[in-house]
């Protein structure tokens, strides 16, 4: 049994209220592509960061409120000017994302049960 982390998000400094174990993210390290040069029997690799991909984000579900959604529309509107924080229960892990902004196109499911997904993209992570 592994312990999970519990992560509390905090877009523009509103305490956000998530489904449970529905949040993902990632740090925007961006990837890495490894060649292989030779020189008669000798190997060497060669390494490069693809910037292009160096892009910070994640996701998570929320239910579907008056609430919830008036929230969300005041961050598509703040298009490249939020700031996300996730958290865990104990502050060891906070991760800020900066210059985040809404980038799907949020389908609202309506009911008793409705709930929508948030993705983000930001700069990476520091």
Same mark, same amino acid.
């Given at each position: 049994m592994s312990n999970g982390i519990n992560a509390r998000v905090i877009f523009n400094n509103d305490n956000v209220k998530i489904i449970a174990n529905s949040l993902k993210f990632k740090t925007g390290n961006g990837e890495i592509k490894t060649e292989v040069e030779v020189f008669g029997s000798e190997v060497f690799h060669c390494d490069t960061k693809d910037? &292009?991909?160096?892009? &910070?984000?994640? &996701?998570?579900?929320?239910?579907?409120?008056?609430?919830?959604?008036?929230?969300?529309?005041?961050?598509?509107? $703040?298009? $490249? $000017?939020?700031?996300?924080?996730?958290?865990n229960e104990t502050g060891t892990l906070a991760l800020n994302f900066r210059q985040a902004k809404v980038s799907n196109e949020i389908e609202f499911e309506v009911g008793a049960d409705g709930k929508f997904t948030v993705e983000f993209n930001a700069l990476p992570v520091l």
């Open positions: 910037l &292009s991909t160096a892009i &910070s984000g994640g &996701s998570f579900d929320m239910r579907t409120t008056i609430e919830n959604y008036e929230m969300v529309r005041v961050w598509i509107n $703040n298009f $490249n $000017n939020n700031t996300v924080q996730i958290l």
